[in-house]
């Protein structure tokens, strides 16, 4: 069956510019996820869904990241005016209730 | 707070030798999880295992054997007769188990890069 998909698979952009990235979950998984990785600062969690809600921004760094989920499938993270340092790979994983994260082949952001 | 450690940063061995990724963890919750991911060089983070706090017994899967020590707030990951193909990051985690028994977001170590020489 289809895994995780996210898109696009690598984005560079220019510094102050918004970005949208895109993760398609697995299918029937309520759950969804977004994690970032970066040479820095390792793998760091973002924003969790359950459903349509996020009862949890708790990793969202700053109030140019936001996330949003619809139908209770397909979830876009959107950054404004990107800087140099949202530079990173951003990761997806969904899952049932409480069952493991599978994770997305991720998006590498570059920001110039 | 909770917290994942690895503190081997990268490991080298010669194929056919065992090796073991150790994983500490903290957390103030009594009820939680722990995981394995492996990434490969292609980059996609791959579940191997998870375990729940209630159960400390061992597992075995093939060449991978997974020791979780409560005692000790461990969670080692052995690799016997390590191959070429195992060459990649292993990350450790941790999550809460949230109200509902739903799974709460990763907690990740640093990850170990271990390098499989043929």
């Known amino acids: 069956g289809a895994g995780v998909s996210q898109s696009p698979s690598n984005k560079v952009t220019e510094k102050g510019k918004d970005v949208e990235l895109r993760c398609d979950p697995i299918s029937g998984h309520t759950a969804l996820y977004w994690y970032r990785q970066s040479l820095g600062q390792g793998l760091e969690f973002l924003i969790y869904?359950?459903?349509?809600?996020?009862?949890?921004k708790s990793g969202l760094p700053s109030d140019r990241f936001s996330a949003e989920r619809t139908g209770g499938s397909v979830s876009t993270l959107t950054i404004q005016r990107t800087q140099q340092e949202d530079s990173a790979v951003y990761l997806c994983?969904?899952?049932?209730?409480?069952?493991?994260?599978?994770f997305g082949p991720g998006t590498r952001l570059t920001v110039l | 707070a909770q917290k994942v450690t690895q503190a081997q940063t990268e490991i080298s061995v010669v194929e056919k030798e065992d090796v073991t990724l150790d994983c500490v963890y903290e957390t103030r919750d009594t009820t939680y999880y722990l995981f394995w991911y492996k990434q490969p060089p292609s980059g996609e983070l791959v579940f191997l295992i998870r375990r729940n706090s209630f159960d400390e017994q061992n597992e075995i899967s093939g060449r991978y054997s997974w020791n979780f020590q409560k005692s000790t707030s461990s969670f080692n990951f052995t690799i016997t007769a390590s191959q070429v193909v195992d060459s990649a990051v292993y990350f450790c985690a941790l999550s809460e188990v949230n109200y509902g028994g739903s799974q709460g977001n990763l907690i990740f170590g640093k990850g170990t890069k271990l390098s499989v020489k043929p």
């Open positions: 994983a969904s899952s049932l209730l409480a069952d493991e994260q599978f």
């Open positions: 869904f359950q459903g349509n809600s996020a009862p949890d």
